[in-house]
């Protein structure tokens, strides 16, 4: 059963109208616009980077709604029966990886596709609405909040595609970990590369449907992954210049930290064969870019 009660969720967040009436003016953090385009030339590869939505795409379905999930529910057949935006849905909820509404729990279903924002360290909801110029209410429909509490960096919140700035990420080209921060899907690796070499344990990491040296990931990928700028976990990165081989360099991405550094675990970096793990800051020149 719906929960359409517009009124009753505002009531029972009205700490997002009073802070936000109580904010100072903040300058909006980036410009928003444009079409959801990545660096795949296939229509078939889902988008990871959103520079921009056409207006067809970001149409709300209707008011955000708030429903008791019946037994057997998925996130799929929820979208269905209210024709909402899957994606959106999963990330309102926080649902991980597999994770599927329970029955009887409350599901929030967004009025229409999001994108997904980082904050910045300290942030509260609140200010981050601020920030980007929008209602701090529009922030209750995509994410499901408790309190208008200050937020780790690092962590992202959903909003509306269409005030999504440029270079925010697309929630279906992934999922979100316990504290928001998004992550590749998980898929199985195997060992189709040479062994000793960068490429062959990234292999061993996640799914490599691709092949070459390292140096040509970038553009062998593209046709079957998204492909763009911003380190997520899970995502392979690839390094080109000096201190890396003249085949180039690729690693998988394990963690990303709050100032945009990140952590990769790699092979044939210390020496052939060897793993490591090191941290790479996130303006590093010898970065190529990163596949999701």
């Known amino acids: 059963m719906a929960i359409r009660g517009l009124r009753h969720r505002l009531l029972r967040h009205a700490w997002v109208l009073l802070i936000a009436l109580l904010l100072p003016v903040i300058a909006p953090r980036l410009p928003v616009g444009a079409s ?7 229509a078939q590869v889902l988008n990871a980077v959103i520079e921009g939505a056409p207006a067809d795409e970001t149409a709300p379905a209707g008011p955000a709604l708030t429903v008791m999930a019946p037994a057997g529910a998925t996130v799929e057949s929820l979208a269905t029966s209210y024709a909402r935006n899957p994606a959106a849905i999963i990330w309102a909820n926080g649902f991980g990886s597999g994770v599927e509404p329970q029955a009887g729990s409350p599901v ?4 229409g596709p ?4 980082p904050v910045q360290s300290g942030e509260s909801p609140s200010q981050f609405a601020a920030g980007l110029g929008i209602d701090p209410t529009v922030l209750l429909a995509y994410n499901v909040l408790q309190e208008d509490a200050p937020l780790a960096g690092g962590s992202y919140l ?3 595609l269409a005030d999504a700035p440029q270079g925010s990420l697309n929630p279906a080209a992934f999922i979100p970990t316990a504290a928001g921060i998004p992550e590749v899907p998980p898929s199985h690796g195997g060992d189709s590369f040479p062994y000793g070499e960068c490429t062959y344990y990234v292999a061993t990491r996640r799914s490599i449907t691709w092949s070459g040296n390292a140096g040509e990931w970038w553009e062998n990928a593209r046709w079957s992954r998204p492909e763009g700028e911003i380190p997520v976990a899970g995502a ?3 390094f080109e ?4 081989s003249y085949d180039g360099h690729v690693a998988f991405v394990d963690s990303v930290n709050a100032d945009g550094s990140f952590v990769v675990s790699e092979m044939n970096y210390d020496g052939w064969g060897v793993v490591d793990q090191r941290t790479v800051e996130a303006h590093d020149p010898s970065i190529v870019g990163f596949i999701y």
Not at 36 to 42: F, G, I, K, V, Y
Not at 241 to 244: A, N, R, V
């Open 36 to 42: 959801l385009t990545s660096a795949a030339p296939s």
């Open 108 to 111: 929030l279903l967004p009025p």
């Open 114 to 117: 999001g994108a997904l924002v």
């Open 158 to 160: 959903q909003v509306p």
């Open 236 to 238: 392979v990165v690839i």
């Open 241 to 244: 210049g000096p201190g890396y």
